[in-house]
């Protein structure tokens, strides 16, 4: 679903981000004033995360791949606009670092999986739990279904963003400038994808992962759940715990294993639909002649990553993923941690009285 340069004309790349920016902003004055500082930590680690889950890539049975993104899974833990800042921040390292989505194309993946995804997730989720208990079997299946269909929300945006190029974007003769796939092509390629496959793997991740936060730390979805989390069935009597408590270890395990598991990704023949270099397109199949003109013009814009396809390409592939998921993790929960300690910094200033600064 990271949709590369090339594919997307200069005009919808430019209308993505028409919509993304102003929305990262208002995310950001809504994660400064919702988000606390002891979440800071979760929210970096979401990131971490989410980036972890995009690079297991699932084969799909028409010979494509596919993956999870977790954005729903942080939207029901801290919040939608939470959700906005992390997957955002995974998906601009993934872009600078790996290659993996455009850099001109960022806002489109950005209002795809980031934007699309937990919105639609999160008030699927809201719809499907109505007033259950925290802990209530029906909490657990709407957040599974939730994540399935916030998935398949973005897939279809995507695929109406491949699907609308050759329409509007074409040589004289009819030729496609971008992206070749008529909407006959990229909605059932999607779709097959993600109903059968990259949805159900979310939606299981949504469930497990809400299911473990409600019972062993529900404090966690307080700012989400309200007085459900200091309702009798959210353990409310139990003693808090702090520092290296079991859900702070099961979290850093969880994370591990993702690390330790991430070159499974490799063992998935073939690759995402459209997000085939252009070399790589059977222009027989397509009709075409030759590569189309503002793909060949517009890939490869940005070629400053330092792990291209996160070290696949190389003579020892597995150790390249593995220093990508640890290079990763590290720069975007750095960052998200990093900025979640500035706003937190900010924000105490800004309720600090004039005087007691001066003193």
Not at 134 to 161: C, H, P, Q, Y
Not at 200 to 211: D, K, S
Not at 214 to 219: F, L, Q, S, V
Request: net charge positive.
């Amino acid at each position: 679903m990271h949709i590369p340069d090339g594919y997307l004309s200069p005009q919808t790349c430019a209308a993505a981000y028409v919509l993304a920016v102003p929305t990262l902003a208002i995310a950001s004055r809504r994660v400064s004033r919702g988000v606390t500082t002891r979440q800071v930590p979760l929210l970096a680690m979401f990131a971490a995360v989410s980036f972890l889950v995009m690079m297991f890539n699932i084969p799909i049975p028409d010979g494509t791949t596919a993956h999870a993104v977790g954005a729903v899974m942080i939207a029901i833990a801290l919040g939608p606009w939470a959700a906005v800042i992390a997957v955002s921040v995974a998906l601009l390292f993934q872009a600078l670092l790996f290659g993996d989505g455009g850099v001109l194309a960022y806002g489109a993946n950005v209002l795809n999986m980031a934007i699309v995804m937990p919105f639609v997730g999160i008030a699927a989720y809201r719809v499907l739990a109505g007033r259950s208990a925290l802990r209530s079997t029906r909490r657990v299946v709407a957040a599974g279904v939730a994540g399935f269909l916030g998935i398949n929300a973005a897939a279809l945006a995507a695929a109406v963003e491949f699907g609308i190029q050759p329409a509007l974007f074409h040589t004289a003769d009819g030729m496609p400038l971008y992206a070749p796939y008529s909407f006959a092509q990229t909605i059932p390629a999607m779709a097959l994808a993600h109903l059968v496959v990259a949805g159900p793997v979310e939606g299981i991740l949504t469930g497990a992962v809400f299911a473990y936060l409600a019972k062993a730390n529900p404090e966690a979805l307080r700012g989400t759940h309200g007085d459900l989390v200091t309702s009798p069935d959210a353990g409310a009597s139990r003693p808090a715990r702090v520092g290296w408590s079991t859900p702070a270890k099961v979290a850093v395990g969880f994370v591990a294993a993702l690390v330790v598991l991430s070159p499974l990704g490799l063992l998935a023949p073939g690759g995402a639909f459209g997000e085939d270099a252009p070399a790589d397109l059977d222009l027989g199949a397509l009709g075409l002649q030759a590569i189309p003109a503002g793909m060949a013009r517009y890939t490869g814009f940005w070629r400053h990553t330092v792990l291209a396809d996160y070290g696949a390409g190389g003579a020892h592939a597995t150790l390249g993923y593995w220093l990508s998921a640890l290079v990763g993790i590290a720069v975007i929960g750095a960052a998200v941690y990093a900025m979640g300690r500035l706003v937190g910094v900010f924000r105490g200033r800004r309720a600090t009285p004039a005087s007691a600064v001066q003193d």
